[in-house]
């Protein structure tokens, strides 16, 4: 007899939700067709540009954090998924309305559309229990957004989870003394999307990351003042007008106060301190989970639930190259779910995970940070690819990127006029 296909629920219709159904699509010996639940009426994730900040007309929450003139700080011949490549006429480096173009037509050529379910809010995800305490699946409970601001409630049953929910829409606000007294502008870089509106202005960005650095080149025509507080090296290539300066002290109302001793009164703080993790439909610590400084632990593999090993979490690692490391995760996570990458037991699980943390610690890394894989991303997929049975990177990904890195190293201003070509999966060019 027939063993029975598996019901998968993807949340979030981001990227790695596109790249997640895309795959459960193709092996339709396993799984049913994938139901995504999307919570907007776009599919896209954090690649879906709006004017809008804050709530929409609705009162719902505006999860994007793209602004109007955001190019990619990756070049196109490394962003893509293995398995689909970009437009060859593009740019390296890609407008973020190309990145969008994009998806939807990964979306469209894998026939995903379909099964995408706008204007599902997922509340709810819930484990169900079987004879004898085990699995039996997971209850999916959500709000259905209708026209003119109605709703319903509905509740489905899956064989497994994929949570695709991105971590671009939850602030991280720092713990800076007496910020909450500041008296001029303050706002996230969540919230930009112009310069214009800054003009004139002199205005201090906290944090030196890729929005920092992005909204120093973009401010510094047309501001008073641009002053980047940050802790970590001098950043090169910026306009000679950007002052750079320790990480902010304290904030007494009108001034701020550096590491240095120095004090400025801006007009604008703007605080480019990155995100925080979120999943309120899940009851972490019944999982066998919980919030952590780097979001949410520990996960075997960064990305499976030890004591729930149909719970997946695509995409919380941190400064890697985001799509060809969503694909190997959901290649890795379907291959759990279809019997061909057995697992440990979930306590041999929990120890890896938490040896894992234990020696990063060790070696110096803050807790903060685990996250950011960093060069270790390539050991990672490696180990992935190799534990799962699918083909690795080609190396010419690794390649390309450690060459970007370089040169966004030496100059933040001027390393997107580069343009790359790759030749194979082991060569490439600069052209």
């Given at each position: 007899?027939?063993?029975?296909?598996?019901?998968?629920?993807?949340?979030?219709a981001?990227?790695?939700?596109?790249?997640?159904a895309?795959?459960?699509?193709?092996?339709?010996?396993?799984?049913?067709?994938?139901?995504?639940?999307?919570?907007?009426?776009?599919?896209?994730?954090?690649?879906?540009?709006?004017?809008?900040t804050?709530?929409?007309?609705?009162?719902?929450?505006?999860?994007?954090?793209?602004?109007?003139?955001?190019?990619?700080?990756?070049?196109k011949?490394?962003?893509?998924?293995?398995?689909?490549?970009?437009?060859p006429?593009?740019?390296?480096?890609?407008?973020?309305?190309d990145?969008?173009?994009?998806?939807?037509?990964?979306?469209?050529?894998?026939?995903?559309?379909?099964?995408v379910?706008?204007?599902?809010?997922?509340?709810?995800?819930?484990?169900?229990?079987g004879e004898?305490?085990t699995?039996?699946?997971?209850?999916?409970?959500?709000?259905?957004?209708?026209?003119?601001?109605?709703?319903?409630h509905?509740?489905?049953?899956?064989d497994?989870?994929?949570?695709?929910?991105?971590?671009?829409?939850?602030?991280?606000?720092?713990?800076?003394?007496?910020?909450?007294?500041?008296?001029?502008?303050?706002?996230?870089?969540?919230?930009?999307?112009?310069?214009?509106?800054?003009?004139?202005?002199?205005?201090?960005?906290?944090?030196a990351?890729?929005?920092?650095?992005?909204?120093?080149?973009q401010?510094?025509?047309?501001?008073?003042?641009?002053?980047?507080?940050?802790?970590?090296?001098?950043?090169?290539?910026?306009?000679?007008?950007?002052?750079?300066?320790?990480?902010?002290?304290?904030?007494?109302?009108?001034?701020?106060?550096?590491?240095?001793?120095?004090?400025?009164?801006?007009?604008?703080?703007?605080?480019?301190?990155?995100?925080?993790?979120?999943?309120?439909?899940?009851?972490?610590a019944?999982?066998?989970?919980?919030?952590?400084?780097?979001?949410?632990?520990?996960?075997?593999?960064?990305?499976?639930?030890?004591?729930?090993?149909?719970?997946?979490?695509i995409?919380?690692?941190?400064?890697?190259?985001?799509f060809?490391?969503?694909h190997?995760?959901?290649?890795?996570?379907?291959?759990?779910?279809?019997?061909?990458?057995?697992?440990?037991?979930?306590?041999?699980?929990?120890?890896?995970?938490?040896?894992?943390?234990?020696?990063?610690?060790?070696?110096?890394?803050?807790a903060?940070?685990?996250?950011?894989?960093?060069?270790?991303?390539?050991?990672?997929?490696?180990?992935?690819?190799?534990?799962a049975?699918?083909?690795?990177l080609?190396?010419?990904?690794?390649?390309?990127?450690?060459?970007?890195?370089?040169?966004?190293?030496?100059?933040?201003?001027?390393?997107?006029?580069?343009k790359?070509?790759?030749l194979?999966?082991?060569?490439?060019?600069?052209?």
């Open positions: 007899m027939a063993s029975k296909k598996l019901r998968v629920a993807v949340i979030g981001g990227a790695a939700g596109l790249c997640a895309r795959h459960i699509l193709t092996y339709s010996d396993t799984f049913l067709p994938p139901v995504v639940f999307e919570a907007s009426d776009q599919l896209g994730g954090t690649w879906v540009y709006t004017e809008q804050g709530e929409d007309a609705e009162g719902w929450p505006i999860h994007s954090s793209m602004y109007h003139n955001l190019r990619t700080n990756l070049p011949e490394v962003m893509a998924f293995p398995d689909f490549p970009f437009d006429s593009l740019p390296s480096f890609l407008h973020h309305s990145v969008l173009a994009y998806l939807e037509s990964y979306a469209e050529q894998s026939g995903i559309q379909d099964h379910r706008f204007r599902w809010q997922v509340d709810d995800v819930k484990p169900v229990l004898q305490g699995s039996s699946g997971w209850d999916v409970k959500a709000t259905v957004r209708g026209s003119g601001g109605s709703t319903q509905a509740s489905e049953h899956f497994a989870i994929m949570v695709c929910t991105g971590h671009y829409a939850i602030p991280f606000i720092p713990l800076i003394p007496g910020l909450d007294s500041f008296q001029g502008c303050l706002l996230h870089s969540h919230s930009y999307r112009h310069p214009e509106p800054f003009a004139s202005l002199t205005v201090v960005l906290v944090g990351g890729a929005s920092g650095v992005d909204l120093a080149l401010l510094s025509p047309v501001a008073a003042r641009v002053v980047l507080s940050h802790q970590g090296p001098p950043v090169c290539g910026l306009p000679e007008d950007v002052l750079q300066v320790p990480r902010i002290l304290k904030v007494a109302k009108e001034t701020v106060v550096f590491g240095d001793g120095s004090a400025l009164q801006p007009d604008v703080l703007i605080l480019c301190t990155g995100y925080r993790y979120r999943f309120p439909f899940l009851a972490l019944q999982l066998g989970l919980q919030e952590t400084d780097y979001g949410v632990g520990l996960l075997y593999r960064h990305l499976l639930a030890p004591r729930h090993p149909s719970l997946f979490f995409g919380l690692c941190q400064q890697i190259c985001p060809p490391h969503f190997c995760q959901v290649l890795f996570a379907l291959a759990v779910l279809r019997g061909r990458c057995p697992l440990p037991s979930a306590a041999e699980m929990e120890a890896d995970a938490q040896g894992q943390l234990d020696r990063y610690l060790r070696e110096g890394g803050l903060l940070h685990f996250l950011r894989l960093k060069a270790q991303q390539w050991s990672y997929a490696e180990e992935l690819a190799q534990q049975g699918f083909p690795p080609p190396p010419a990904v690794r390649e390309i990127y450690e060459a970007t890195r370089a040169s966004r190293l030496r100059n933040v201003g001027t390393y997107r006029d580069l790359y070509r790759l194979g999966p082991d060569a490439w060019e600069e052209v």
